[in-house]
């Protein structure tokens, strides 16, 4: 199975701060790779898929990057209501894995 | 309203077995993909399962032999039958929705969840 890898596991940055987010697949997956928000007690919310197209109502603070088997979540400028915690997931061929999370604090 | 709807979570004991219904209304469940993703107390999502509108079928290899995913077209509802139950089996399940094709298809619509908790 492909094995996807998230880093960092955690990051506390200020209000403004640029903040990217990197998930790596073990083998290719082509742009099959979504990422969501999920704040604490919520349900998870579907921020960007096929790799780099923004779903809808989604700030555009919020981008995709995909470079080969290594995907980016960037938050241009962060905000405090961007707190909790971002996980990818592949889902071109099952099983459609999630990565182990990053969790984003403000300094 | 596109709206999923989970029921059937409760506290079973070691062995048991629970059936999860999530009734989705606004779209219907035979024309997308439909999945189970659970997320145990403290840790992170899981995907468990997923059901193709074309019937097919696939399982995390922690679930395999063990749970069955199935959907009810007149019902419009998504199943997951959970038999043999474990403790690492203690979770909040929800439902997820994949809408569009290819690419496309990523979760865009997940129920609140319903609570399992396997205990003696």
């Known amino acids: 199975d492909i094995q996807m890898t998230q880093s960092p596991s955690s990051l506390s940055a200020s209000v403004g701060d640029r903040v990217t987010i990197t998930c790596r697949a073990s083998?290719?997956?082509?742009?099959?790779l979504a990422w969501y928000q999920q704040k604490a007690g919520k349900v998870p919310k579907l921020l960007i898929y096929a790799a780099s197209t923004l779903q809808s109502g989604v700030p555009s603070r919020f981008s995709g990057g995909e470079s080969g088997t290594d995907f980016t979540l960037t938050i241009s400028s962060l905000q405090p209501e961007d707190v909790g915690t971002y996980y990818c997931?592949?889902?071109?061929?099952?099983?459609?894995?999630f990565g182990q999370g990053t969790k984003v604090e403000i300094k | 309203e596109v709206q999923l709807v989970e029921s059937g979570g409760g506290l079973i004991q070691p062995g048991g077995s629970l059936r999860l219904s999530c009734a989705a209304s606004g779209f219907t469940v035979s024309s997308t993909y439909m999945s189970w993703v659970r997320q145990a107390p403290g840790k992170g999502l899981e995907w468990v399962s997923v059901?193709?509108?074309?019937?097919?079928?696939y399982y995390a290899d922690s679930v395999k032999g063990r749970f069955t995913i199935s959907r009810d077209n007149s019902e419009n509802t998504l199943y997951l039958q959970m038999n043999n139950l474990r403790v690492e089996d203690t979770a909040m399940y929800h439902c997820?929705?994949?809408?569009?094709?290819?690419?496309?298809?990523?979760?865009?619509?997940w129920g609140q969840g319903t609570t399992v908790t396997v205990s003696s």
């Open positions: 059901l193709y509108g074309g019937g097919t079928t």
């Open positions: 997820v929705r994949s809408y569009g094709s290819g690419s496309y298809r990523a979760g865009d619509v």
């Open positions: 083998q290719g997956i082509s742009n099959y």
């Open positions: 997931q592949k889902y071109n061929t099952a099983p459609w894995t």
